[in-house]
């Protein structure tokens, strides 16, 4: 069965840090490309950042560029998000999601903003906010 589970997320002041986890179990881990979304209410999900677990390619929304890094570990099959000065827009339910990475056939970029390929399997979320 193939599970994303994600964790980490809580309630921080504005120019602190987090760490998001995902942790993924039930597919060949280092086969998959593996993006986090997030959705604020009254929002459209939008992609943050991605990695293509094959070669490491990597794309990073405009908002988070310079502030988020995402990273992956085969050892254990987990995908980190690293958020520094984090802000107030921040706020939202984040998603972790997994597509096979033979079917990002346009770039790892087209995966986050237009979610091509649609991704197969999503996590629950975790909740992030960002407030003073």
């Known amino acids: 069965e193939v599970q994303l589970v994600e964790s980490g997320g809580g309630l921080v002041q504005p120019g602190g840090s987090l760490r998001l986890s995902c942790a993924a179990s039930?597919?060949?881990?280092?086969?998959?490309?593996i993006g986090w979304f997030r959705q604020a209410p009254g929002k459209e999900r939008e992609g943050v950042s991605c990695?293509?677990?094959?070669?490491?390619?990597?794309y990073y929304g405009d908002s988070v560029k310079g502030r988020f890094t995402i990273s992956s570990d085969n050892a254990t099959n987990t995908v980190y998000l690293q958020m520094d000065s984090l802000k107030p827009e921040d706020t939202a339910l984040y998603y972790c999601?997994?597509?096979?990475?033979?079917?990002?056939?346009?770039?790892?970029?087209?995966?986050?903003?237009?979610?091509?390929?649609?991704?197969?399997?999503w996590g629950q979320g975790t909740q992030v906010t960002v407030s003073s």
């Open positions: 039930g597919f060949t881990f280092d086969d998959y490309a």
């Open positions: 990695i293509r677990n094959t070669d490491g390619s990597t």
């Open positions: 999601a997994a597509v096979p990475a033979v079917w990002v056939i346009r770039s790892v970029q087209a995966l986050c903003v237009e979610r091509d390929p649609a991704p197969d399997y």
